[in-house]
């Protein structure tokens, strides 16, 4: 017998591989996707062995339907259902919303489908740009926790920032205050000092789908980009700054991080909340009590509607996607759109073309260094159809724009941690703060104007100058672009 699997290994390898690649043709068949795509699986499945099964493995899959998180625990709480009944708008309190936003309704009722992402009216926002100003901010919230804190980060590194940031925490956390960290495995490096710390002054913290090696498992996977602080339910944070030197400019630092974060109070720090606790209860892997004191009523009269948008294989719809998709194609004016990473699928770019070729007023912001080699030229592969379509295109030279920020009308924006990319919209667990509100917009909107300063406009005839080498490793780096 083991002979025979000497003498014809190879030939069983090859029966298993086509066996695999059947089963895994029919499951693409039953799905009912694009036909050329189903067609360009089943080539590769077919012509390539073994790679083929590779490819399917991390590009073919439906992240979605295959959702790894079990949420009954927390949304099945008396005190969690009972929020999407409290959030419920009257129909005069629409009307209102419907005569302010006209076409934008759609937004909210697009996402007001989904029990987790209800409307919330009475929120004070702050817009924080930098890095600097939001640990100030929050710090100083942190220190004025008399019930809870909560932190979930993507990056969260025990170094100047980062330490002083668990200082806190521990201080906190012995103080009596219940303090939850979860931070992503593969995103964040803390030390194992640093942890028997915590353990020690009473910080409970887990890693989101701890992996063994982290430096080498890079982007292959599910990971949890969100970065979400609330402190005793009554202030929250959100928006693309983690916890790391990167973001905040020291002096000695090697370039200039430039970013966008939102500060709320209010009612929308419920539904946030909500989403801290689905994942506290995937990585604690234990029902978390949920109390009252979890979701505290906050005196704010100032009318700002905001809804909080969470997306990733857990949710039944991409709903960051879709919510930037219906705003694009109901913009009226202008669409200003700043992102780190621009690798957008064929509904964004299309929608993106439409608009600009319609006569609107379409800006893209972009880093003209990035911190991804592979990243930086997939998203230029996309620059020239939009130049084509008269899309407005900006490298920020200043240093790294790591902002996720779009405005559009004067009436909606939004400021989160999704990019524009294959992994935000299919892939990563995000989460995005959607404001209906005027003035909020239009301060978004003069800080982009601001950021354009400091970058340079690209043209339709220069960037087609560029050279066929570098033409070749944009095709080349696009290919790899659902795991960037």
Known sequence: ?????????????????????????????????????????????????????????????????????????????????????DFELSESQLHKLDDFLDEKIKLVNLLNNNKNTPVTLHNELQIIKNAKDKFELLFEDLKHAKHHIHLEYYILKDDNIGTELIDILCDKASEGIKVRLSFDDVGSKISSKTKRRMTKSGVEFYAFMPVLFPSFTGKMNYRNHRKIAIIDGKVGYVGGINVSDNYVNYKNGDSYWRDTHLRIVGEALKPLQVHFLLTWDFVSNSSCKISSELFPDVAVDSINAVQIAASGPDTDWANIMEAIF????????????????????????????????????????IPKTSDSWTAKHATNSYLERLLEAQVKVYRYTKGFIHAKTMVVDDLFSTIGTANLDYRSFNINFEINALIYNKKTSIELKNIFLEDLNDSEELTLETWQQRTKFSKLKESYCRLWSPLL
Not at 338 to 365: C, H, M, W
Request: charged share 20%; aromatic share 12%.
């Open 1 to 85: 017998m083991l002979d025979f699997l000497k003498d014809n290994i190879w030939v069983i390898i090859i029966v298993l591989n086509y066996a695999l690649a059947i089963s895994a043709a029919s499951t693409i068949l039953l799905k009912n996707i694009n036909p050329t795509k189903t067609l360009s699986y089943i080539l590769v499945l077919v012509v390539f062995p073994f790679l083929g099964l590779i490819v399917y493995y991390f590009f073919g899959q439906e992240y979605r339907k295959n959702k790894i998180f079990n949420r009954k625990n927390v949304l099945n709480e008396k005190i969690v259902q009972k929020l999407g009944k």
């Open 326 to 365: 219906v705003a694009i194609n109901t913009a009226e004016d202008y669409v200003y759109v700043t992102t780190p990473y621009f690798i957008p699928n064929d509904e964004i770019i299309t929608s993106l073309q439409i608009a600009a070729k319609s006569g609107l007023d379409v800006r893209l912001l």
